[in-house]
């Protein structure tokens, strides 16, 4: 059973031709499938369309109890998905549902996660591209022993082995593309066109993408740390031989070095109290999200297996 999940945080201009759409394409696919809905605190009318969608069968909704963000939003999918696989794809329709199957024919043919790549940013503005290029980039450099694939969106299929591997994990900051790319197993892109937001606004503001890129920092690597431990090191010593230079002088002026110690330690103060901050989410243990309600019944579990990938049959 292939489980599609769909974040949804202020749809309603756009979620009646989505649903159509994507009801459209799993009509053609020849295995089970179920389609769960996850309300992320919608304040239009967002959740009066799901809870119509929810009266047919094979359709869900979990409506979130606030606005916990896409990432929470994407774990509360994570744990109630019925399915052997999940995909995720978003409802403003630039990720076009009609590439599932292609997506579904990687799977079944052995790939354990199957990532849409965008083909290029044409339909970005300048500044928006040269941030993501310098984001993925900076993420690959953190990022360690492994690579965060550039241009991979949330528009995803996940196997049963990484998604078993995903509700493992305990931490409470969940970067999905990190985390995800962290998992390694049978990964293969697929290069696709982005299409056009088809209504409304995108949620991604100039803060909320900062912020993200933040995240993705914090839960990906510890290197920053490492590096200022280095340089404060090597800041030490360099200050130590300057004083002693100056004393056998006599001309001793500290002004100027007390005051460059003084940025350096308060920039190395922030970083650490961020660090902090993300160890302290964790220790609270307090849920990713809170479900308000769920609309809809949970499907029933097909009575014969997901098709074998080739590569487990030549095993067997």
């Not at 119509?52 to 896409?70: A, D, E, H, I």
């Not at 993925?136 to 299929?157: E, G, W």
């Amino acid at each position: 059973m292939l489980s599609v999940v769909i974040c949804c945080y202020n749809e309603a201009k756009v979620l009646p031709i989505f649903h159509k759409r994507l009801m459209a394409v799993l009509k053609t696919l020849s295995i089970h499938h179920e389609v769960l809905y996850v309300n992320d605190g919608s304040r239009d009318g967002t959740l009066s369309l799901l809870d119509g969608y929810c009266q047919t069968p094979g359709v869900r909704c979990l409506n979130l109890s606030r606005n916990f963000g896409k990432e929470a939003a994407m774990v509360a999918g994570l744990d109630y998905a019925a399915g052997n696989a999940v995909l995720f794809i978003d409802a403003d329709l630039q990720d076009p549902p009609e590439l599932i199957p292609l997506m579904v024919h990687h799977w079944l043919a052995g790939s354990d996660i199957v990532n849409m790549q965008r083909r290029s940013r044409l339909s970005d503005t300048s500044s928006k591209r040269i941030s993501a290029h310098l984001y993925y980039k900076l993420m690959n450099f953190l990022a360690d022993k492994f690579d965060v694939p550039a241009d991979v969106s949330d528009f995803r299929l996940i196997g049963p082995a990484p998604l078993a591997a995903l509700r493992a994990m305990p931490e409470r900051t969940r970067f999905m593309k990190g985390l995800i790319s962290w998992l390694g197993f049978n990964t293969i892109e697929l290069p696709y066109d982005r299409e056009p937001r088809s209504a409304g606004l995108s949620k991604w503001g100039p803060l909320a993408l900062i912020d993200l890129g933040i995240e993705g920092v914090l839960a990906l690597s510890r290197k920053p740390l490492r590096w200022f431990s280095l340089l404060s090191l090597v800041i030490f010593v360099a200050t130590l031989v300057f004083l002693i230079h100056q004393m056998s002088v006599s001309t001793v002026s500290s002004h100027h070095v007390i005051m460059g110690i003084a940025a350096f330690i308060a920039l190395g103060i922030a970083m650490i109290g961020e660090y902090l901050g993300a160890t302290l989410s964790e220790v609270r243990q307090r849920p990713i999200y809170l479900l308000n309600n769920l609309l809809g019944e949970a499907p029933k579990r097909p009575e014969h297996t997901c098709p074998t990938p080739p590569r487990e049959q030549e095993k067997h």
